[in-house]
Nanobody, 119 residues
Framework: EVKLVESGGGLVQPGGSLRLSCAAS????????MSWVRQAPGKGLEWVST???????SYADSVKGRFTISRDNSKNTLYLQMNSLKPEDTAVYYC?????????????RGQGTQVTVSS
């Protein structure tokens, strides 16, 4: 069974930082491109970033230069380092297999982790 468990969210002031983690199990993590997506209150899912199996990364324009995606295949864990956080980054953050998210029928597997940016 595929499991993706997100953690590391919380309440942070604007300009602050958080590091999200996603523990993966039930599949060969190192073979898969992985993504972070988010859902702000009252809005749809938004793609944030993807890292492919080879380590190449891509980012949404809204987070480019502030967020860094990484992976540790030895730990089956995906990370998202978030710096210079803004109130508009407030959302529930989910990790996903990239192909599942871009399939058009993605439903989050885990509960996500809440990030709230507020003073």
């Amino acid at each position: 069974e595929v499991k993706l468990v997100e953690s590391g969210g919380g309440l942070v002031q604007p300009g602050g930082s958080l590091r999200l983690s996603c523990a993966a199990s039930g599949f060969t993590f190192s073979y898969h491109a992985m993504s972070w997506v988010r859902q702000a209150p009252g809005k749809g899912l938004e793609w944030v970033s993807t890292i492919n199996a080879g380590g190449s990364t891509s980012y949404a324009d809204s987070v480019k230069g502030r967020f860094t995606i990484s992976r540790d295949n030895s730990k089956n864990t995906l990370y998202l380092q978030m710096n210079s956080l803004k109130p508009e980054d407030t959302a529930v953050y989910y990790c996903a297999k990239a192909w599942e998210y871009f399939s058009g029928s993605y439903v989050p597997r885990g509960q996500g982790t809440q990030v709230t940016v507020s003073s």
